[in-house]
């Protein structure tokens, strides 16, 4: 729904929600933001921690460039202002995962300023209203470790592998007043991220995840009091935190209570969010510049390079594959809505397919048999050049429709290229006209009754004699030449 439409039905009346989207994105690095730690997933508990992260005394913090750059080339990416000085804050607070006590972020002066997201409202339709999503900046932070009260029946583990991860925390303006336009904004964001290449975008394994601010008024009204949901991770369950906790401040408010502004969390399960902590306010962290490290400061040469370094971005592309390739609004914003799915495609055009024709099979064909084997395009069976190969034999007439999809079943079960099925298993089209009228000529004797119907007016039945020959050809039968053949007989029968 669009922001003028959706509206929560209360007691008292209509409600509107108000939604803001804080972004934990990891930063894509092979080591962590201040130390030469490993940052692979997967590994055993503590495995990857240096003496930094462990916070060791004397250690000092080494900023690592990789994850500077990263983080100014996703604020270019979103058309933010990069600030060419920047500098590192200690966030005091005491938790198990924390071994220093604080954590090393960017309050005051964060790397990248105010940028801006267009999203779709509905993706599937190309003539849906799009809205440009307010960025409020981009700053970077350490990740903490994690608590693990699954381990013991008494006490809890405590794994510091992510101890020093680094992140961009990428904090949204409260623009959004729909679950469904929080939900495009957190896919078209993770589409820039991961065409950018500065984040995997892998929700499920916490490389991405969103803190969720929820209030709500009345339409028009000044702002509510917010609530922060933390650590969502997938789009849906943000979407299905904005409602439930929505309802639940309408449902508060309309008893007569006060909503609280505090931390909360979301209970995949029970359908709920829960109470955490009160919502702290910044100086209840006591930040102040981090003493060990020297402000940021970022040459113009280091920004002219991050800037040549960016790739074409999924609007741009989308803007080309219409203009430039004729594809239809559609089918550019699903080609381009991420970036293996537009690699796969230009890979594909590379190896000599037409761009419409590819562009229809790769969203209809490749799409449905990735959907039904659970594979990811990435894991595609067929590669682009056996796909271009493929089409190139429906061009050139040596497959018909229905004989490429026979092919492409076994081209999905064996990865064999499509010529040596063709030939091993006679699948070749056939235009012999000989050949075709002789089948013809036995179908309509075999069906002189629908025959007399035809000659009758009853002209749909022409499709029926094109099924019956191309039935008992096996799908072999040129099409074209079936349809010209038939039509010749027909009129002279």
């Not at 080591?31 to 921690?49: C, H, I, M, R, Y």
């Not at 336009?181 to 065409?195: F, H, P, Q, T």
């Not at 203009?323 to 190896?351: H, K, N, S």
């Amino acid at each position: 729904m669009t922001e003028s439409t959706y509206r929560i039905q209360g007691a008292t009346g209509e409600w509107e929600v108000v939604i803001g989207l804080e972004v934990h994105a990891q930063i894509t690095s092979a080591s962590k933001l201040f130390s030469g730690a490993d940052t692979t997933f997967g590994a055993e508990p503590n495995a990857q921690v240096s003496l930094i992260d462990a916070a060791m005394p004397g250690m000092l913090p080494v900023p690592n460039v990789e994850c500077v750059r990263q983080a100014v080339r996703t604020g270019m990416a979103i058309n933010a202002q990069i600030n060419a000085w920047s500098r590192f804050d200690r966030k005091n607070y005491f938790y198990a995962d924390l071994p220093q006590g604080y954590q090393i972020s960017q309050l005051y002066h964060p790397i990248v300023g105010e940028g801006e997201i267009m999203v779709s409202l509905d993706e599937k339709d190309p003539d849906a209203e799009t809205k440009v999503i307010g960025v409020e900046r981009i700053h970077i932070e350490q990740d903490a470790g994690k608590l693990m009260h699954d381990q013991h029946p008494t006490m809890s583990y405590v794994d510091l592998n992510r101890c020093g991860v680094a992140l961009m925390e990428i904090v949204s303006k409260p623009d959004m007043r729909s679950p469904a336009e929080a939900g495009a904004y957190v896919k078209k964001l993770r589409s820039i991220l991961r065409y950018v290449g500065s984040c995997d975008g892998n929700m499920e394994e916490g490389s991405m995840r969103a803190d969720v601010n929820v209030s709500v008024r009345k339409p028009g009204a000044e702002f509510g009091t917010r609530t922060e949901t933390k650590n969502v991770n997938s789009v849906r369950f943000v979407m299905q935190t904005i409602e439930i906790e929505a309802m639940r401040q309408i449902d508060v408010i309309e008893s007569g209570g006060t909503v609280v502004q505090e931390t909360r969390l979301f209970d995949a399960e029970k359908g709920e969010t829960r109470s955490m902590r009160s919502k702290e306010d910044a100086h209840d962290y006591r930040y102040f510049p981090d003493p060990d490290l020297l402000p940021l400061e970022l040459s113009d040469e280091f920004l002219a390079e991050c800037r040549a370094s960016l790739p074409e971005l999924p609007d741009a592309k989308q803007a080309r594959y219409q203009g430039e390739l004729g594809l239809t609004a559609y089918a550019a914003a699903v080609l381009t809505a991420d970036v293996e799915t537009a690699r796969w495609f230009e890979q594909l055009m590379a190896a000599g397919a037409e761009p419409k024709a590819g562009a229809n099979w790769l969203i209809s064909d490749l799409f449905g048999a990735l959907n039904r084997l659970g594979k990811t395009i990435d894991d595609s069976p067929v590669s682009p050049a056996q796909a271009a190969a493929l089409l190139g034999l429906v061009k050139d007439g040596t497959l018909s429709g229905s004989l490429a999809k026979q092919v492409f079943e076994i081209m999905l079960e064996t990865g064999d290229d499509p010529a040596k099925i063709v030939e091993e298993k006679g699948l070749k089209q056939t235009s012999d006209t000989g050949a075709i009228e002789a089948v013809i000529a036995e179908i309509l004797a075999k069906n002189p009754g629908q025959l007399e119907q035809y000659r009758g007016g009853k002209e749909n039945l022409f499709g029926f004699f094109v099924g019956q020959t191309m039935k008992a050809m096996a799908g072999k039968a040129n099409p074209g030449v079936v349809n010209e053949l038939l039509k010749k007989m027909l009129a002279d029968a």
